[in-house]
């Protein structure tokens, strides 16, 4: 049996209330290949710190929208969250942990460490003036293991 391609596309304000509709409605998506408990709220926790990382990084105090686009094809899961905000200026310096352009905030500079833990894969693109995406994969093992 051939793996069948879903996709989703979902756009939205970079306010911060939405942060939890994009993680929300990114599970209920995924939900449909029935992963465990511990795999949908791994997704969920990169989904809401990529979402966070466009809303606060990437537009500040100035409002725009962010997209996601998410991709169901056989046991893997692929997120992408793009914004047309300022960009990452050096995304090697971006994805250190306890780095943040946002001090003032008193955020954490956990974003992209925690995303590393909990998907398989991250890609970050970016350029500076003109937005960043995310990409984020992850094989679900437990659809994996269940087909076999």
Known sequence: MSATRNVMRLEFSSRSENESF???AVAAFVA???PTVEEL???KTAVSEAVTNAIIHGYGDQEGMVSIT???E???VEI???DQGVGIEDIELARQPMYTSRPDLERSGMGFTIMEN?????EITSRPRQGTRVRLVKRLK???TSEH
């Open 74 to 76: 056989g046991d893997t």
């Open 80 to 82: 992408m969250i793009d």
């Open 142 to 144: 437990s659809r994996t």
């Open 32 to 34: 449909q290949l029935d």
């Open 41 to 43: 709220t791994e997704i």
């Open 118 to 122: 909990f998907v398989d894969k991250v």
């Open 22 to 24: 994009a993680r929300v």
């Open 70 to 72: 998410c991709t169901l």
